[in-house]
């Protein structure tokens, strides 16, 4: 599940695919599970919000690499809010599942300043405290994942955190916050 960056749309996208494509390969799309999504009136198809969008794409080659055999959901949320989302994936999210929400987090403040703000907003995450689109771009889909956290009793364990100013040729005038958390029951 990923934030949209470039097309407006009310609700969650799903393309209307069988595959998506990597330099490592097609992935295959979960076909079933999305044509029972978008039977939700929160989710609909919409191959133009897919077709330039990244933070979906991104995440891909790392599961290819770390997963030998799976099948793809690819959510794009829009305008939505964050329970609906929470009660569309909830369905799907069992103990083969691997759940992956992409976001950034703090986008192009100073070094300090996204420090600052960063660390406010992992220790809301980790409080289960809704945060806002100004703490992160996938702000709905970590909402969704939180109230599920909370709702089925698991556990967040963060693993990193750093910023695009900590790498070795970083601008630390402009920089863009990560963070990465694992989910266990």
Same mark, same amino acid.
Not at 20 to 38: K, M, Y
Not at 48 to 71: G, I, K, N, T, Y
Not at 137 to 165: M, T
């Given at each position: 599940?990923?934030?949209?960056?470039?097309?407006?749309?009310?609700?969650? %996208?799903?393309?209307?695919?069988?595959?998506?494509?990597?330099?490592?390969?097609?992935? @295959?799309?979960?076909?079933? $599970?999305?044509?029972?999504?978008?039977?939700? @009136?929160?989710?609909?198809?919409? =191959?133009?919000?897919? $077709?330039?969008?990244?933070?979906?794409?991104?995440?891909? @080659?790392?599961?290819?690499?770390?997963?030998?055999?799976?099948?793809? #959901?690819?959510?794009?949320?829009?305008?939505?809010? $964050? #329970?609906?989302?929470?009660?569309?994936?909830?369905?799907?999210?069992?103990?083969?599942?691997?759940?992956?929400?992409?976001?950034?987090?703090?986008?192009?403040?100073?070094?300090?300043?996204?420090?600052? #703000?960063?660390?406010?907003?992992?220790?809301?995450?980790? $409080?289960?405290?809704?945060?806002?689109?100004?703490?992160?771009?996938?702000?709905?889909?970590?909402?969704? /994942?939180?109230?599920?956290?909370?709702?089925?009793?698991?556990?967040?364990?963060?693993? *990193?955190? %750093? =910023?695009?100013?900590?790498? @070795?040729?970083?601008?630390?005038?402009?920089?863009?916050?990560?963070?990465?958390? /694992?989910? *266990?029951?």
């Amino acid at each position: 599940m990923g934030p949209n960056h470039r097309v407006a749309f009310h609700g969650c %996208a799903l393309p209307k695919h069988c595959s998506f494509s990597t330099p490592l390969g097609n992935i @295959p799309l979960d076909t079933g $599970a999305i044509e029972q999504l978008v039977n939700n @009136p929160n989710c609909h198809y919409n =191959n133009h919000a897919h $077709a330039e969008e990244h933070s979906l794409e991104v995440q891909l @080659p790392f599961l290819q690499r770390c997963l030998s055999d799976f099948e793809l #959901i690819p959510l794009l949320t829009g305008t939505v809010d $964050a #329970i609906d989302v929470a009660h569309l994936i909830e369905p799907y999210w069992e103990d083969t599942t691997l759940l992956v929400i992409s976001s950034d987090l703090s986008h192009f403040h100073p070094y300090k300043e996204c420090n600052d #703000i960063d660390t406010r907003s992992c220790h809301k995450i980790e $409080a289960g405290t809704p945060l806002t689109s100004k703490e992160a771009c996938g702000y709905l889909g970590i909402n969704a /994942a939180n109230a599920l956290i909370k709702q089925q009793r698991c556990q967040l364990q963060r693993l *990193s955190r %750093a =910023n695009s100013g900590d790498s @070795p040729h970083g601008d630390k005038n402009r920089v863009v916050g990560y963070v990465s958390y /694992a989910i *266990s029951r």
